[in-house]
């Protein structure tokens, strides 16, 4: 199979209601249950050559903490790992969205 760019991720608020509270009910209180990546960072592995889409890979860092490692994705399946790549998300909590179906 080949990527196109085009796939289905669609997902009902109901499904990724139910699905975020599963992973928040694993979790302590306080840890990281969202990461934002600012537009540029993202618009900007989209805009290379070749590029897709993006693969999100699950990190832990020096500190032990959660992160998520972005890398563009070419039609081939493959990684555009010699490109540019994205991390140093903003985590939640510090950087929450207002209480909503996802996170509370």
């Avoid at 209180?29 to 699950?58: E, P």
Wanted: charged share 15%.
């Amino acid at each position: 199979m080949s990527f196109t760019g085009h796939e289905d991720h669609s997902i009902t608020l109901a499904e990724a209601s139910e699905w975020t509270a599963n992973y928040r009910a694993t979790i302590s209180s306080g840890g990281t249950i969202a990461h934002f990546f600012g537009k540029d960072a993202i618009q900007a592995i989209l805009d290379q050559s070749g590029c897709v889409g993006i693969r999100i890979y699950y990190a832990i860092d020096d500190l032990g903490n959660k992160q998520l490692v972005l890398v563009g994705a070419n039609a081939d399946e493959n990684d555009l790992y010699e490109g540019l790549l994205a991390d140093r998300a903003l985590a939640c909590p510090i950087n929450c969205s207002s209480p909503n179906p996802l996170n509370s």
